[in-house]
């Protein structure tokens, strides 16, 4: 318009969430001339201080502006914004935008300016969905489920493509199902193939009485080797954040009162 900047924000996108969605906001970025006040998922509610242009999903558009991330940035912004796109960063797609607008026009050299707000905000995210996958490598626990290894988490950000190889690697024979129930994703795994797929609820099955039993034995152990003198709460949860704690069995207290027995034996 006529008077005002072309990249005043005066527009909130709306796309369908995915990362090809978000790569067609870039894409519109560019081809109105605009930056967005905010880019919203599908669900978000209703705003009253910008209009919203829906943004919908073009897989040629997707494409070009994936093919140009590599080459006119670099193949290592084009992994920190794959990566930042499954981090929990308040506001990401508009910082996300943002970073690549710069780096379209500085080149490879704009990842180096550590001073950078953008730079800096999506390292930061990147670092934290890579410990906490890390995290998770270690502190699922599964229940067996007639064949099935089953468990639920609520991780922070979307850890499940993380999860998939170390998984499928250390269990190659199981089949496997891990629940993100902040994320309403579930991965899949059957020997040899693995799958990310929708999933809005899922709720296990109670446990069978081997199960129940192998919970108490692992709980009973847990306790054991704890050397109680040098008991330390505050390094626990630090080492183990207390967030985690209602997906571990060795926190769980609905084991029956029958195999409280197995503590003492233990």
Same mark, same amino acid.
Request: proline share 7%; net charge neutral.
């Given at each position: 318009?006529? #008077? ?26 560019? $081809? ?7 880019? *919203? ?10 209009? *919203? ?19 006119? =940035?670099?193949?290592?912004? $084009? ?19 943002? @970073?690549?607008?710069? #780096? ?5 050299? @704009? ?5 950078? &707000? ?18 998770? +490598? ?9 064949? *099935? ?17 170390? @998984? ?9 199902? =891990? ?8 991965? *899949? ?6 799958? =990310? ?23 009973? @152990?847990?306790?054991?080797? &704890? ?14 954040? +207390? ?21 003492? =034996?233990?």
């Amino acid at each position: 318009m006529p #008077g005002r900047s072309p990249l005043t924000p005066t527009i909130t996108y709306r796309y369908d969430g995915s990362f090809e969605g978000f790569l067609c906001c870039v894409f519109e970025s560019y $081809d109105a001339h605009e930056l967005p006040a905010a880019i *919203v998922g599908p669900d978000a509610p209703e705003l009253s201080l910008f209009g *919203v242009k829906e943004i919908p999903t073009d897989a040629e558009r997707a494409a070009r502006v994936a093919r140009s991330i590599p080459s006119r =940035i670099s193949m290592e912004a $084009d992994a920190l914004i794959r990566h930042a796109f499954l981090t929990c960063l308040p506001e990401k797609e508009l910082v996300m935008l943002r @970073f690549l607008r710069q #780096g379209y026009r500085y080149g490879a050299r @704009f990842l180096s300016f550590a001073g950078n &707000e953008e730079v800096w905000r999506l390292t930061e995210a990147v670092k934290h969905l890579l410990h906490e996958a890390h995290l998770l +490598k270690g502190f699922i626990r599964f229940s067996d489920q007639k064949g *099935v290894l089953v468990t639920t988490i609520g991780p922070k950000n979307f850890v499940l493509p993380f999860l998939a190889r170390h @998984f499928a690697e250390r269990f190659p024979e199981e089949h496997l199902l =891990i629940y993100d129930e902040k994320h309403h994703a579930a991965l *899949v795994y059957r020997p040899y193939e693995s799958a =990310i797929i929708p999933m809005d609820d899922f709720r296990a099955a109670p446990p069978d009485e081997e199960e129940r039993k192998f919970r108490a034995l692992w709980r009973a @152990f847990y306790d054991a080797v &704890e050397i109680r003198p040098r008991h330390n709460e505050k390094c626990r949860m630090t080492l183990l954040p +207390k967030r985690y704690w209602r997906y571990m069995t060795e926190f769980s207290k609905d084991e029956p009162s029958e195999l409280l027995k197995l503590r003492t =034996i233990a």
